[in-house]
């Protein structure tokens, strides 16, 4: 117990340290053993929601799940701060400046925008590329202490509400188009460009 109390304790400090310092867990995330196959029907869900004939870019594609259930009508690219394979484009969310992503319909985020420091300035970016926003959230439930330092245990970086959530893809010309709850904590959501 007191083992595991120190974990949870040490990992709350170096996100919150990874927060102040606008870095990416990277090494965490090159280790395919940390990409969970639980994952995979929050993937399957968001997949469903990718509109027919549309030229998607995923962001964090980890095992790639996301290719083999959009529409087969559809193209795939996939992204994330590791090489994931043939076609990976490589890049860290949280380094400025992004890239232009030119030529994309949809974008996906499945369990990848808790770890983002800055969603506003992201989506901000991204909102002059694409028609969609197809991405899952765990939002903030409240902002005690109690609820922030269980969401750096996590390795969150953010703590949005819906609402406040939602009003960041507004503020860029979106509106959300279906909401699903999935795993009664995390929100599927998909956002239509206006």
């Given at each position: ?40 029907e929050r993937t399957i869900i968001i ?24 529409p087969p009508n559809c193209r795939y690219?996939?992204s994330d701060i590791c090489d994931r ?110």
């Amino acid at each position: 117990m007191l083992k595991s109390k120190s974990i949870a304790i040490y990992l709350a400090i170096v996100t919150s340290l990874r927060k102040f310092f606008n870095i990416s867990d990277v090494s965490r995330w090159s280790e395919i053993n940390n990409l969970s196959p639980e994952w995979d029907e929050r993937t399957i869900i968001i997949a469903s929601l990718v509109p027919e004939n549309s030229n998607v870019l995923e962001f964090g594609a980890g095992r790639l799940v996301l290719r083999n259930h959009i529409p087969p009508n559809c193209r795939y690219t996939p992204s994330d701060i590791c090489d994931r394979g043939e076609g990976t484009i490589i890049f860290d969310l949280n380094t400025r400046p992004l890239p232009n992503f030119i030529g994309y319909d949809v974008f996906v985020f499945s369990g990848v925008l808790e770890y983002v420091h800055d969603i506003p300035d992201l989506i901000e970016h991204l909102s002059e590329h694409c028609r969609f926003v197809i991405a899952s959230y765990v939002c903030a439930t409240g902002k005690s202490l109690f609820n922030i330092s269980r969401r750096r245990r996590s390795a969150w970086v953010n703590d949005f509400n819906s609402n406040e959530f939602k009003d960041i893809f507004h503020s860029c010309g979106f509106i959300c188009s279906k909401e699903i709850i999935y795993n009664n904590s995390q929100l599927i959501y998909r956002f239509e460009k206006i």
